[in-house]
């Protein structure tokens, strides 16, 4: 039901929708496109009104409807599985600058979080924020020690509206995914839960903290990232307190030449950190553009750090997946493509039965006329939206995790490129790949591998013989079986049965049936036709009609 406040906010959004000329595009839709004519019979579109491009249209609408649609057309921007170049390309200029809320608001909440008073704990608390965004804000502060730190605040009230605003997000998307015709391929109703789920991962500012503190322990005896410190006896689940990064944001170009860092090293050391984070780590941070990098230059002679910051989205790969990225780029990069469609299909990113020959030949067609081009020109992000985008056409799902990889891939390479143009990719991601290559398959590997399974190897080693032994005695007696849980044998075995039985109460249906019929015609050839027909005649016939009748019930 749609309450006044719900009520409201669709009328709200409907102006929003009419301001931007939406309107055309509802009744462009199979549902009312046979009464299209309607959309001039509305008086706002007596006067003839010039609209901007569809996506440059969708991209303000989201700005006008405010910060959580904005926040959403964000996120949409990654999934450019789903979307056209123009929208995804637009969709990715959407900028969260959100007004903040009073700082004297902000301090009371962290006094409640906290449990006492804001001078308990800091000796100095700013209520200017640094930094105000559609979940949080951030405010400097010092701790009773000295140390510097921000106050990380999740935004008031901010769950009922989100849980408002997603509400009409999956009506819309619900009835986008009805009756427009590109909504059961694009999948709405999928995408706003997502969009949900990291959106409440987000407001945990617990979850974030854990995330920053993975990353910190990842890079701990590294030369080249800082990643800052979580107060942990400050931090809860709508604070968040943190060292306080002082560095020069990556996007100042001239700052950094001015600090002396050779941007070219600095370029080559991102890309290397990230593919680290893929390879080594399979952890990666997720939202990185320049608002959420810094860089610490280094002192007498020292080469600079990366500080991020931001850590409330994460992107993470299995083993299985991290294995099979490393050596679909080791493929790409030896231009073996029969490998790479192998590898799509080994790994069940595409179907099983998919022709590798005509898999290689679409990859060939998409990477060829790119790799003539030099090194450095070739973009990586884009490659991977392209392979996306023709494996699409093989039916493969695109799975979060890579799309997170991807997305994060296009923004490394970007701030890479901004830093120093030449940059080539290529070769500054191998270092990290055939690190990984070689400890995958190196005596290394083979060793840890060992190593960890040692404890386990000697708890059980006692049992072995003995295990043998009974083994070899039920092969001798022949009482030795072999039995499969494979769902498949399962699910063709519950077939059988299930027409056996079918097949067994048809056949007594059927027979009853007849014995009734044969019942009937005695009864009709005798003298005594008249009176009601025998019970045996009703039972037989009515027994035959319900097992029947169970034979084949859903069918």
């Known amino acids: 039901m749609i309450g006044p406040r719900r009520f409201l906010r669709v009328f709200a959004i409907q102006r929003v929708l009419l301001r931007h000329g939406f309107d055309e595009m509802v009744f462009s839709t199979p549902l009312l496109s046979s009464v299209s004519f309607l959309l001039y019979l509305l008086p706002w579109n007596w006067k003839r009104r010039d609209y901007k491009p569809r996506a440059e249209r969708i991209r303000a609408v989201l700005e006008d409807l405010g910060p959580l649609f904005v926040k959403f057309g964000q996120i949409l921007s990654t999934r450019r599985d789903l979307l056209t170049d123009d929208i995804a390309e637009e969709l990715a200029k959407l900028q969260d600058h959100v007004p903040p809320f009073p700082g004297s608001e902000a301090r009371s909440m962290v006094e409640k979080a906290l449990g006492g008073s804001v001078d308990t704990v800091f000796g100095a608390f700013d209520e200017v924020p640094l930094a105000s965004a559609s979940i949080a804000q951030v405010h400097a502060a010092r701790l009773l020690n000295g140390t510097e730190v921000i106050v990380k605040v999740v935004r008031p009230n901010l769950r009922k509206t989100i849980e408002q605003d997603i509400s009409l997000m999956y009506l819309i998307a619900d009835i986008a995914e009805r ?58 689940q709508n604070v968040l307190v943190m060292e306080r990064v002082s560095g020069l944001n990556i996007a100042d170009r001239e700052g950094l030449l001015e600090a002396g860092v050779d941007l070219k ?20 941070h997720a939202d990185v553009h320049p608002g959420n990098l810094f860089v610490l230059p280094g002192a007498d002679g020292a080469p600079p750090r990366y500080a991020p910051v931001d850590f409330g989205i994460m992107g993470s790969l299995s083993e299985f997946d991290q294995r099979y990225l490393a050596e679909n780029f080791s493929a790409f990069l030896n231009r073996d493509y029969r490998r790479v469609a192998e590898l799509h299909v080994e790994s069940g990113w595409v179907p099983i039965d998919t022709r590798v020959d005509e898999f290689e030949f679409a990859i060939r067609s998409v990477c060829e006329p790119i790799f003539d081009r030099p090194m450095k020109d070739i973009s990586v992000g884009h490659l991977l939206l392209r392979l996306f985008q023709t494996a699409q056409r093989f039916e493969m799902v695109i799975l979060p995790q890579l799309l997170l990889l991807q997305k994060t891939l296009i923004n490394i390479e970007g701030i890479g490129r901004q830093l120093y143009p030449d940059l080539d990719l290529w070769l500054a991601a191998r270092p990290a790949l055939e690190r990984f290559m070689l ?103 009515g027994l035959g009609v319900v097992a029947i009748m169970v034979a084949f019930r859903g069918r």
């Open 179 to 236: 009756y427009w015709e590109k909504g059961k391929q694009l999948r709405p109703t999928i995408v706003v839960a997502e969009f949900e789920k990291t959106l409440l991962d987000e407001l945990d500012m617990m979850r974030e903290a854990a995330n920053a503190s993975q990353l910190r322990r990842n890079f701990a005896d590294s030369p080249t990232m800082h990643v800052p410190e979580v107060f942990w006896d400050y931090t809860r």
């Open 265 to 284: 090293v600095l370029a080559e050391m991102g890309v290397e950190i990230f593919f680290t984070q893929i390879f080594r780590d399979h952890f990666f």
């Open 439 to 541: 400890e995958r398959a190196g005596l290394r590997r083979i060793f840890s591998a060992f190593k960890q399974n040692v404890p386990l190897i000697a708890d059980r080693l006692p049992e072995i013989p003995m295990m043998a032994l009974e083994t070899l005695e039920l092969a001798r007696t022949g009482r030795l079986k072999v039995q499969t849980q494979d769902p498949a044998l399962e699910q063709i075995r519950e077939a059988i049965k299930s027409l056996e039985r079918r097949v067994i109460l048809s056949l007594t249906g059927v027979g009853l049936i007849i014995s009734a019929a044969i019942l009937f015609g005695i009864r009709t050839a005798s003298a005594y036709m008249l009176g009601p027909l025998p019970l045996s005649v009703w039972l037989f016939g």
